[in-house]
């Protein structure tokens, strides 16, 4: 489902900060990498392919869910975004995201549809503590908080959000550092909760000009974005940077209108 357009312990300390990760993925596909956005090297991985458009980067050829997407690449990060558009209707466009620093995968969130259109299900994914991080869950409209809960590994990391407009769908997504979250243009500032989870990793999803219905805590919330936040675990590290984002999914084709990823001072990498 992307729709839009925009770990272990040792999770984001990983590589050095000076070094940029070559994954196998990004070795295979060498031929078809590409720097489109803020110095960002975008690589198709499986069978998927890369043409650049007026609209942004057109990927292509996703059948596997596992296989087929974008890798992004870039050197100590602290905050990415990506907006994009893809049909997520109708049981098709499934999305997996996943977190790199190097080779290592400290974070996933696989999104999917119902097969009849009426939803989609987010399942994250953190690994900062052994067998699974809890998360908070939250749920925003206009960038106020509605409500908040709590999940974690197995069943309670599926989150099932009821919609009305699957389809061609524009989504922004974030993946960042809870305590660097202000560097990326959204107007979450005052976020709760924020001293305490420094450290934490975070995926959030907006829809612009939708809105969504979900279940928190036996509350029935509306809203237009939704954060899921780790709790780190007693002994862990801090994070510190990660250096990709790999998206793949089923969905035939989706376009990336715009992605950037920052370090610690707001810079691009």
Not at 236 to 261: K, M, N, Q, W
């Amino acid at each position: 489902m992307v729709a839009a357009a925009f770990l272990s312990l040792v999770g984001c300390q990983g590589q050095d900060e000076g070094t940029k990760a070559v994954g196998t993925q990004q070795a295979q596909a060498q031929a078809t990498c590409v720097e489109q956005f803020n110095g960002i090297q975008s690589c198709a991985t499986g069978g998927a392919s890369l043409e650049s458009t007026d609209e942004g980067l057109r990927v292509t050829g996703l059948s596997n869910p596992q296989t087929d997407g974008l890798s992004s690449h870039f050197g100590g990060a602290v905050a990415w975004r990506q907006n994009a558009t893809a049909n997520i209707g109708g049981g098709q466009g499934r999305f997996a995201f996943a977190a790199r620093d190097g080779d290592q995968v400290v974070s996933t969130l696989g999104i999917a549809p119902d097969a009849d259109g009426t939803g989609v299900t987010f399942a994250p994914a953190f690994t900062g503590t052994a067998g699974g991080s809890e998360f908070q869950v939250r749920v925003f409209q206009g960038g106020v908080l509605q409500g908040e809960g709590t999940g974690g590994p197995g069943p309670a990391a599926r989150w099932h959000v009821y919609t009305n407009w699957l389809g061609d769908v524009v989504m922004v997504s974030d993946f960042y550092l809870r305590e660097h979250g202000p560097i990326l243009p959204f107007p979450f500032r005052n976020a709760p909760h924020a001293a305490q989870e420094q450290g934490a990793c975070v995926w959030r999803f907006q829809f612009p000009g939708r809105t969504f219905t979900v279940e928190v805590d036996g509350a029935q919330l509306t809203g237009d974005a939704i954060e899921f936040t780790e709790t780190i675990g007693t002994g862990a590290y801090p994070y510190r940077h990660f250096s990709g984002i790999d998206v793949t999914g089923s969905a035939g084709a989706f376009t990336v209108h715009g992605e950037l990823a920052l370090n610690a001072n707001g810079q691009a990498r």
